[in-house]
């Protein structure tokens, strides 16, 4: 009975995950968006502790605490850090409007049920209902990473899709080796702080961050 009511507690977490997938993907402000990234690290962050505590596999305690650092603390406040001193808090641009990219959310999601159902009955995990939710929390932030003019919202949306594939790895084989997980949480925080220098050099160079003007570069 106890395990029946952890797994609710992660199934209600995954829920969340997903809504907040969907938030993001309509959300038109960066800070807004940066806003959104930090509830998702929270969530995800708070669903691998309770995995942790209900299967012991204590690991993943801290696979929860690395995500609560850097996704839900230091990246946000890089994020936010960054936006202030680009001065870039405006509407978003997409390459789609609003209901356009919902309505293809909509139809990514039902293909990632569809994909999981076979996977998630060959797993042998108590999390494995929630496979379906983490493929497409996956393809929802790769969609808003594609359908994203301006190049914060489109490093969120890399970093989101990082979160599904994690979230996916924890439904399906209660995640990936610590050594892994140090290692790739290393890269992306390193890519982050790269990926913020060349923030600063295209603002100096274009005066803006939407990547359209990088084209610019093909004529020299």
Do not use: C
Request: hydrophobic share 60%.
């Amino acid at each position: 009975m106890s395990l029946t009511y952890h797994l609710q507690v992660v199934n209600l977490l995954a829920a969340i995950l997903l809504l907040i997938a969907f938030a993001m993907l309509s959300q038109r402000r960066i800070v807004g968006l940066i806003t959104l990234f930090a509830w998702q690290g929270a969530a995800l962050a708070t669903s691998t502790a309770i995995v942790a505590w209900s299967t012991g596999q204590h690991h993943l305690y801290y696979s929860a605490a690395l995500t609560l650092a850097l996704k839900v603390v230091a990246m946000p406040w890089f994020f936010f850090r960054l936006v202030r001193q680009l001065e870039v808090d405006r509407e978003v641009e997409t390459m789609l409007n609003i209901p356009t990219n919902m309505l293809i959310g909509i139809v990514l999601v039902i293909f990632a049920f569809n994909l999981a159902l076979p996977i998630s009955q060959m797993a042998g995990t108590v999390t494995r209902s929630t496979l379906g939710i983490a493929l497409a929390s996956v393809l929802l932030a790769f969609l808003m990473m594609i359908a994203r003019r301006k190049a914060i919202p489109q490093v969120i949306g890399f970093l989101a899709m990082e979160n599904g594939l994690f979230f996916a790895a924890t439904s399906a084989t209660y995640g990936m080796p610590l050594v892994v997980e140090l290692g790739v949480a290393l890269d992306v925080l390193v890519g982050v702080f790269v990926l913020g220098i060349f923030f600063f050099h295209i603002r100096e160079t274009f005066d803006s961050l939407d990547l359209a003007h990088m084209e610019k570069l093909k004529e020299h």
